[in-house]
């Protein structure tokens, strides 16, 4: 019993909103809140309007007691990271700003506050960067196009597997975001999403660190280094989250374990995978029926929302590569270095490779960004249509589910089967192969 209360305290700790406020004030972020920000409670925060799931509903007394002595210093520092009435000196060569995007699902700009460490706010914002979809939509491409097929797009079954496990795991729990006050929301665009766990710090843990198990061997450089530069990229991406006011500290810690154990299971069986993916003649069916159906399972989570549309375009893609890689396999088109030929060699960098390298990375995102804007404007129309919904406002158009879940899924499925198949195959026929 005892041990029980001391873990409860332990997770009530981690969780508390004023540990993520106590942090961002650290680093030089201060809210701009009227009054001063008073202490909001959870119904009344800038949250997700989720139920706010109390760690200790049926477990009072001692441990929460304690809990509220270990955070009353956090409680007793200013609201929303602002500052006192007396120490306004603090703020002489600070920024006001905005979060840089609107709330996905509302709208809401959020309010303005104040950075007094600009390098910080640099840093974590390029570290909470590379768990948004512009790292993605870019990242892969080039990984896939100018250094390792075979490694990319087994990295992109296992940031799909990743991805999806943790969205669904977010609609189990149903956690609200950091309650603001007095967390300082730096970033709005997924603040009216679910917390628990931080997909940021699951895709920040699965992505270095399979890039790093995957290529050590494969590639000759130094282990040492590739593992520290995973390790950095993790931190980075992990502890912006919390600078960002988007997560607790223990949505992040339950974020990066959980990816290690997925990435214990999936690392292991990834040879079996892709052997079946690329040869078995029924694996074009398989990839279809079955992300569809783990689509189809998470919507039954939850209400609709932004995040079921992500989920569909998560798993969409991931389809996509698969059906190219199978197709490609068929075809004799990019096929994997012979054993004999590994480890493989860091080229010497030149102008010529980083010149065809920029080529090749150009001409391929025009392709892909006229295939989602051709792809877009023929299922939205044809959806449409079938569904007796208007489409001549193509955004009141995608609130419906009905029409933004087979946008999501046709268009990016189309978008990652070009990545590994059109792409690859125009560049054979030029002077960028």
Known sequence: ???????????????????????????????????????????????????YHQLDADHGGEAAGTARKRTAGFKNSPHNGSLPEHSG?????????????????????GQEFRVENRFLYYLFSFGTELGNEFFYITFFPFLLWNVDAFVSRRLIMVWVWVMYLGQCTKDVFRWSRPASPPVVKVEMFYNSEYSMPSTHAMSGTAIPFALFFMTCGRWEYSVTLGYVLAFCWCLLVCVSRIYMGMHSVLDVIVGVIYSVLILLVLLPALDAIDHFVLTCAYAPLVIVSLHLSLGLFSFTLDTWSTSRGDTAQILGSGAGVALASHVNHRLGLMPDPLPERLPLSLPALSGDLVGTAALRFLLGVLILVA????????????????????????????????????YRYIVYGTVGFNVLFLVPLIFSYLPLC
Request: with cysteine; proline share 5%.
């Open 1 to 51: 019993m005892e041990k029980s209360s001391r873990l409860l305290e332990l997770l009530r700790f981690l969780r508390d909103p004023h540990l993520v406020a106590r942090f961002q004030h650290i680093c030089g972020v201060r809210g701009t809140f009227s009054g001063g920000g008073g202490e909001a409670e959870p119904s009344e925060a800038h949250n997700n309007g989720a139920c």
């Open 371 to 406: 295939t989602r804007a051709l792809m877009k404007a023929l299922t939205i129309s044809l959806v449409c249509r079938i569904l007796a919904i208007p489409g001549d406002d193509v955004r009141k158009a995608r609130q419906h589910m009905e029409v933004e879940l087979p």
């Open 89 to 109: 000196a603090m703020t002489d060569g600070a920024d006001t700003v905005k979060p840089l995007r609107r709330n996905s699902l509302t709208g809401d700009a």
